[in-house]
Structures are given as C-alpha cells and as structure tokens.
C-alpha cells in the first residue's frame, strides 16, 4: 500500500504595530496544542504545523508529513485575513508525491487566499489547460531559461 504526501511551508509576516495579529496566531497555536480550548478557528484536525516567532513578528504554517491538509492551512489564513479585514492576498504552494512510484503519483497544488476566501489549482488541470490550447492552435507559451545567477551576484543582470 502506498503512502500519500503534502508538503508546505508558509511565511506569514505580521504587523509589528498591531500586536493582535501575534496574539490571534497565538491562541490558534493554543487551541491546537489543547483540543478543549476555544480558540479563533476550529483547529480540531489540524493537518499543519504552526510556528510563531516574535521578533519580528511572523508565522510559520508548514506540514512535511503523511496525512496533511493544506486546504486547512488555507482556511486558517482566510480566517486571520477576514478577521483583520487585511486586503493582502496570499499563496501557498504544495508539493504532493506518493512513497511509491506510481505513475503520475507525483503533484502539486497551489492555494490562493484572501479574506474574501481561498481557490485551489491543481497542476493536473494547469496540465490540461495548457494541452487544450496547445490544440486549439493557440501559440505554445515560451519557455526562458532559468537565471542561473542570484540578485547578490556580480554576476547577476
């Protein structure tokens, strides 16, 4: 039998003017480590790991492991950016693989979310969008090569 994966990992900077936003991932935090406690979302079945860092003011949304749900991560961030009324609009990309090598097993997703909600996109469909319109006889999409220099090297355009 095999073995589903996600994996994820998320930076979340938040405002240091505005300690409340630490305080709403802190009682996030909370409540999953203390299933009785009420906390700001239900985070009951949490399928991600949080970290929380004070100086600068950040949170850390990640999962590595067998069993993870992005999608809950991506509702946690709807629910801080509804809760704040933030207009920021945040994504998460997911890479998802199986521990055995089954064909086409291997896939990834992306989670875009604002305080209006959140969408999903998977690279299956990106896929086949993109074979449609190749299809369809519209112009295949350039590809560029990748720039193998880094913004700090001498190097660098």
């Given at each position: 039998?095999?073995?589903?994966?996600?994996?994820?990992?998320?930076?979340?900077?938040?405002d240091?003017?505005?300690?409340?936003?630490?305080?709403?991932w802190?009682?996030?935090l909370?409540t999953?480590?203390?299933h009785?406690?009420?906390g700001?979302?239900?985070?009951?079945?949490?399928?991600?790991?949080?970290?929380?860092?004070?100086?600068?003011?950040?949170?850390?949304?990640?999962c590595?492991?067998?069993?993870s749900d992005?999608?809950?991560?991506?509702?946690?961030?709807?629910?801080?950016?509804?809760?704040?009324d933030l207009?920021?609009?945040?994504?998460?990309?997911?890479?998802?693989?199986?521990?055995?090598?089954?064909?086409?097993?291997?896939?990834?997703?992306?989670?875009?979310?604002?305080k209006?909600?959140?969408?999903?996109?998977?690279?299956?469909t990106?896929?086949?969008?993109i074979e449609?319109?190749i299809?369809?006889?519209r112009?295949?999409?350039?590809q560029k090569?990748?720039?193998?220099?880094?913004?700090?090297?001498?190097?660098?355009r």
């Amino acid at each position: 039998m095999a073995n589903y994966y996600e994996q994820f990992s998320k930076i979340l900077p938040l405002d240091a003017k505005n300690p409340k936003e630490l305080e709403w991932w802190q009682k996030v935090l909370a409540t999953q480590n203390d299933h009785g406690q009420e906390g700001p979302i239900d985070v009951m079945e949490t399928g991600f790991d949080i970290k929380i860092t004070e100086d600068p003011p950040s949170v850390w949304l990640y999962c590595d492991q067998e069993g993870s749900d992005s999608g809950q991560a991506a509702e946690a961030i709807h629910q801080f950016l509804k809760h704040f009324d933030l207009p920021d609009i945040i994504t998460i990309s997911v890479a998802c693989w199986c521990s055995k090598p089954w064909v086409d097993e291997q896939s990834g997703h992306i989670h875009v979310i604002s305080k209006e909600g959140w969408e999903s996109g998977h690279l299956w469909t990106l896929g086949a969008d993109i074979e449609k319109a190749i299809k369809d006889g519209r112009p295949k999409p350039q590809q560029k090569p990748l720039d193998q220099t880094g913004p700090d090297d001498p190097g660098a355009r």
